[in-house]
């Protein structure tokens, strides 16, 4: 690995890239300090409320963003209104497709989320001139699928039970990318009780009822229906049968 690469506090490193969080995960972990000072020159940060839009199906694709912290879901709506969560992303996650003109879902923020934002004509470029962050997004999309094969047997073989451990190993494993405590995680949910149930095919009281449960064995501790706190996740993950 050449001294640029492993120097990643170089002094010509853009100050906001060696203080951000997401400089060592995602799309930025691959890039040099001169590639970091180029796309420094052209991004934008911007914070968002819970609820906002950040894309809309259909909608032609302009920026791209990555995800420095917060929690985006993804989401198809029916003809009818019905509205079906196909996906959540986390922090130092890529927002976006590259080389598609149009969204194929809806990304909402479903916590506060903060971005930093890049034209997408600029994002392109980039990828077309390097071969490692063309192999990163290419790496993300395929986790992305692995995750959605997942989620199928999830959703099509699991229990209530194992849904809803499932759903919060999801979380308590990719809330925090940046931890490697795997003896206890604490995280508030992301998603609302009717949110939770979309997501696994449920009723509200199914996730609810299934909550308790887990609290009462002891699996998880909540506090103020939102605030988790998971003391093993071996344990978590086996009701999840993960």
Known sequence: MSEERRDIHNSEMPALCQACEARHHGLCG?????????????????EVKPGTT??????????????????VKLTKILADGRQQIVGLQFASDFLG????????????????????????NAIERMIEGSSS???????????????????????GRKTAG????????????????????????????????????????????????QMTKLRKDGVI??????????PDLERLAHRASV
């Open 221 to 230: 501790e909540i506090e103020n229906n939102r605030h988790v706190t998971v």
């Open 97 to 120: 497709r590259p080389f598609k003109s149009e969204s194929n879902t809806n990304a909402e923020a479903a916590t506060t989320v903060r971005l930093c934002t890049f034209p997408r």
């Open 30 to 46: 691959t890039l040099m300090p001169g590639e970091l000072i180029k796309l420094n020159k052209i991004a934008s940060r911007k």
């Open 162 to 209: 194992e849904k809803v451990s499932s759903f919060l190993y999801l979380i308590a494993t990719h809330i925090d990318p940046t931890s490697d405590d795997t003896e206890g995680v604490v995280f508030e949910l992301p998603l609302t009780r009717a949110d939770i149930a979309d997501f696994l095919g449920l009723t509200i009281e199914t996730v609810s009822r």
């Open 133 to 155: 962050l063309e192999h990163r997004l290419l790496q993300q999309t395929l986790e992305e699928l692995d995750e959605a094969r997942g989620w199928m047997v999830t959703l």
């Open 54 to 71: 950040l894309v809309a199906d259909s909608e032609p694709v302009t920026h791209y963003s990555n995800i420095l912290s917060g929690v």
